[in-house]
Nanobody, 116 residues
Framework: QVQLVESGGGLVQAGGSLRLSCAAS????????MGWYRQAPGKQRELVAS???????NYADSVKARFTISRDNAKNTVWLQMNSLKLEDTGVYYC??????????WGQGTQVTVSS
């Protein structure tokens, strides 16, 4: 059974930084492309960053040059370093496989709130 446990969110002022962590189990982590998804209030969940098993990264235009995704296959962990945070980065952040499986399981997510 897939388990994804996100942590590291919080309340931060605009311009600040946060580092999110996701611990995965129940999957062959090292073979999967992993991603961070964000669900802003009133909006659909969107993929903001992904990293292949080999470390190639991809970012949504809205976070490019501000967010950095990384992973450690030995620890089954993926991180998201978020710098220069903006109000519009507010939302619940989730990690998951990319692309999403047909019946995707989700963790509880971690809330990120950016204040002015």
């Amino acid at each position: 059974q897939v388990q994804l446990v996100e942590s590291g969110g919080g309340l931060v002022q605009a311009g600040g930084s946060l580092r999110l962590s996701c611990a995965a189990s129940g999957i062959i982590f090292s073979t999967q492309t992993m991603g961070w998804y964000r669900q802003a209030p009133g909006k659909q969940r969107e993929l903001v960053a992904s990293i292949t098993r080999g470390g190639a990264t991809n970012y949504a235009d809205s976070v490019k040059a501000r967010f950095t995704i990384s992973r450690d296959n030995a620890k089954n962990t993926v991180w998201l370093q978020m710098n220069s945070l903006k109000l519009e980065d507010t939302g619940v952040y989730y990690c998951n496989i990319v692309p999403l499986p047909l019946l995707a399981s989700w963790g509880q997510g971690t809330q990120v709130t950016v204040s002015s």
